[in-house]
């Protein structure tokens, strides 16, 4: 990890806006990562072969492959494994690092998307690979943070794995299973919308080896890590965060045609050229954690004219940073949340101390990007819809005061005329909660930027969850049903279909500005 007092890590983030401009207009090529082979070299290529079908369109209505979903985990021992990449290039190589009771396994990698309902397509299978059990994890004092450190197992070779969302599914000869999720990211985001997926929130609750940035090995929040490795699998099935705020998403997308374009908030931080000529960024149901490159990024794509989609709640609300533990290149995600006077950087840069973006003492309200500010948890309670003849309602036939039971939760954002905001806001959406027993509200806000764009926020955390209520694919829907799944449904591909062509200003009218109708001079 950086030095306690060391020089602050150095990213680019004083790119000039003019220049980011300018690469907007143009074709906003990105140049891929070197990639650093695992020390056990066993690449595998894909099966089926994909020529030069390479974008996510092309896969749409492609056969897909029924069975891609775990059936049994089994204990947290019988297999597990995590890659030493967040995301690759279509063609770069990764390491599998596994740890399996096992005698064998097998990897399949299953990509994300429509493909007829089905929801995935098997691109690639391996052959038996042998099981071994790996050593137990290692823990750094200093941050409390896990790490498994084991070597690779088997390397893959990604040629001719389109873009996309991927389930590496790890399958066990005794019978156990459990995913990897992987991004093969786009180098290009011009014209296209680009699904923006969050590993660093991923990791920021993985409790893999008893420790996440919520609790320790007691369960409580005194003992928590202060810094957490992406050098460790994930909990439970191993892609949990990816299935319920993510997955349904993506799908949902690919069905509807639109040209897209996958990254991850890792990579935005690293290089931005996936956002330069984007028609819209979609962040998806759950993002919390970013970091000041990121957001940076992404608001000078918003001013370039690109629309923001924000489908969750508690967007943009920690701020971290990504740091190099002993040469694994940026896969500690760092946040010291309320112990922040204790983070390295307190006196010597104080905006890259890893607290709340809206606390001390580099104070700057995620409100200023998304409209609307976290405020609670956890919440239950209908989404109440004010401004029904918005286009984003189109085809919902909604009224003013329509409500949808168990749509809001289980956090919520909401307009606080307080925190400074982009501008004029429109209030589409406008719930009554209660969290911790005080009255307030759930807002979802739609603005426009003076470069055109346009941003929406729905100020729930429940609405990609939404797109697949009363199917029991998640096994839980808080109470959602099918008339739920598709109000939330129709108002995605609004709002999808009007983004992809381009800044919303020019398409769709201007805000009505409401927000004094709603709070007047209140906080």
């Not at 924000?310 to 967007?315: S, Y």
């Not at 040469?327 to 760092?334: H, I, L, P």
Request: neutral net charge; proline residues 7%; contains cysteine.
């Amino acid at each position: 990890m950086t030095p306690a007092h060391g020089t602050p890590p150095r990213h680019g983030h004083g790119l000039a806006r003019r220049g980011f401009l300018t690469l907007c207009a143009g074709a906003g090529l990105g140049a891929a990562a070197a990639c650093t082979p695992g020390p056990h070299r066993e690449a595998f290529r894909p099966f089926g072969g994909q020529g030069g079908r390479l974008r996510p369109e092309a896969e749409r209505d492609a056969p897909g492959t029924a069975d891609w979903r775990v059936r049994s985990a089994g204990p947290p021992e019988a297999v597990a494994a995590y890659t030493d990449r967040v995301s690759v290039t279509p063609g770069q190589e990764c390491g599998l690092h596994v740890s399996t009771t096992a005698s064998s396994f097998r990897v399949s990698a299953f990509r994300v998307g429509w493909y007829g309902g089905k929801q995935a397509r098997r691109i690639w299978t391996s052959p038996r690979i042998p099981g071994r059990t790996q050593p137990s994890p290692r823990l750094l004092s200093a941050t409390r943070t896990v790490r498994a450190d084991w070597p690779a197992t088997v390397t893959l070779d990604t040629t001719g794995w389109p873009e996309g969302a991927y389930l590496l599914r790890l399958e066990s000869d005794t019978g156990h299973q459990r995913y990897v999720p992987l991004i093969v990211r786009s180098v290009e985001g011009t014209g296209r919308t680009v699904l923006l997926h969050a590993p660093a929130t991923w990791q920021a609750y993985n409790r893999w080896g008893g420790y996440s940035l919520y609790s320790g090995a007691s369960g409580a929040y005194a003992d928590r890590s202060l810094a957490v490795s992406f050098d460790r699998p994930y909990d439970g099935t191993g892609a949990e965060k990816f299935l319920v705020y993510e997955r349904a998403l993506v799908v949902l997308a690919e069905r509807l045609g639109i040209p897209l374009a996958y990254t991850t908030g890792v990579d935005v931080h690293r290089d931005p050229s996936v956002l330069y000529g984007a028609r819209t960024v979609v962040c998806l149901g759950h993002d919390e954690y970013w970091t000041p490159q990121q957001r940076e990024y992404v608001t000078r794509a918003r001013d370039a004219g690109t629309n923001l989609a924000f489908l969750g709640a508690n967007t943009c609300y920690r701020r971290v940073r990504l740091e190099d533990e002993q040469g694994a290149g940026d896969r500690t995600v760092v946040c010291y949340k309320t112990s922040y006077r204790s983070d390295p950087y307190y006196s010597s840069a104080p905006e890259l101390v890893t607290t709340d973006y809206r606390s001390p003492p580099a104070a700057d309200p995620e409100s200023s990007l998304t409209g609307v500010l976290y405020e609670g948890y956890p919440v239950d309670a209908p989404y109440v819809v004010h401004a029904a003849d918005h286009w984003l309602y189109e085809g919902t036939g909604v009224r003013r005061g329509d409500s949808f039971a168990h749509l809001v939760g289980v956090e919520y954002d909401r307009v606080t005329p307080a925190f400074p905001t982009p501008g004029q806001l429109e209030i589409t959406a406008h719930s009554p909660v209660a969290a911790g027993g005080r009255p307030s509200h759930s807002d979802s806000a739609y603005y426009t930027a003076p470069g055109g764009a346009a941003v929406f926020a729905t100020g729930t955390m429940r609405w990609v969850e939404a797109l697949v209520a009363g199917t029991g694919e998640l096994g839980s829907d808080h109470g959602m049903d099918d008339r739920t799944r598709t109000f939330v449904t129709r108002t995605t591909e609004n709002l999808l279909r009007t983004f992809a062509l381009g800044p919303g200003a020019r398409h769709r009218p201007a805000p009505r500005t409401n927000v004094a109708e709603m709070y007047g001079g209140t906080v």
